[in-house]
């Protein structure tokens, strides 16, 4: 069964700083892999995806994030924060069972604070 | 530009009461979901359904039922709502492959009392 870790429930940075959110997965077949954005009373936002093409991704407000399968990790970075990315951002892997158009399954989440 | 609607945005039921979450989406996608998220608990999924017709149990599906009434529409049954039901539902949907995104819609805030 896959599985998803997000080290850290809550991430504080300042405006300006590099941000760093970890996520280490397990999967059972070679993973797809998704950070999503939530926003406040709002639903998920897809910020990037890794479907094998390359190791380095790069999405949408300047996020990047690199799989690296040694570590079975996919890190969420940005260089530099900005208050608007005050959010809290979820990975997760594809397949619930395993295999198919069947959901993916989530981290826990992480509240990214920005301290201005 | 819709993507995926729910109704209602909130709803206040009391124990033992019953409703329907609807869902419904116009992106032509095949796989509609069912998600619950909870405070430090992520997102887990209740049901999914790969193609009309077809409805299968994800990882909490206990106290609920699910209706996909045709390609565009899936819903959410609760016969008879219990309070650790309160949570913020969402619905999603996506293409047929393994790599496809999900795309979801804004969510219902659900509270039993």
């Known amino acids: 069964a896959q599985s998803v870790t997000q080290l850290g429930s809550h991430v504080s940075v300042s405006e300006g700083a590099l941000v760093l959110l970890r996520c280490n997965y397990s999967?059972?077949?070679?993973?797809?892999l998704f950070w999503y954005v939530q926003y406040p009373n709002q639903g998920l936002q897809l910020l990037l995806k890794?479907?094998?093409?390359?190791?380095l991704v790069k999405g949408i407000n300047g996020f990047e994030a690199e799989f690296k399968k040694s570590e079975t990790s996919f890190h969420l970075t940005k260089p530099s924060a900005h208050m608007s990315d005050a959010a809290e951002y979820f990975c997760?892997?594809?397949?619930?069972?395993?295999?198919?158009?069947?959901?993916?399954?989530f981290g826990k989440g992480t509240h990214l604070i920005i301290q201005p | 530009n819709a993507g995926v609607t729910q109704t209602p945005k909130f709803q206040v039921l009391k124990t033992g009461q019953s409703m329907t979450l609807q869902c419904a989406q116009d992106?032509?996608?095949?796989?509609m979901y069912w998600y619950r998220q909870d405070p430090g608990m992520g997102l887990r999924l209740i049901y999914y359904?790969?193609?009309?017709?077809?409805?299968d149990k994800g990882e909490v599906p206990n106290g609920y039922n699910v209706s996909r009434l045709n390609k565009r529409e899936f819903s959410l049954r609760l016969e008879s709502a219990a309070p650790s039901q309160t949570s913020v539902y969402f619905c999603?949907?996506?293409?047929?492959?393994?790599?496809?995104?999900?795309?979801f819609g804004n969510g219902t805030r659900l509270t039993v009392t």
């Open positions: 999603a949907s996506s293409g047929d492959r393994e790599s496809s995104p999900l795309h």
């Open positions: 999967s059972s077949v070679p993973p797809y």
């Open positions: 890794y479907t094998s093409a390359a190791t």
């Open positions: 997760a892997v594809s397949g619930y069972s395993g295999g198919g158009a069947d959901g993916l399954t």
């Open positions: 992106m032509n996608h095949n796989s």
């Open positions: 359904s790969a193609s009309e017709g077809t409805t």
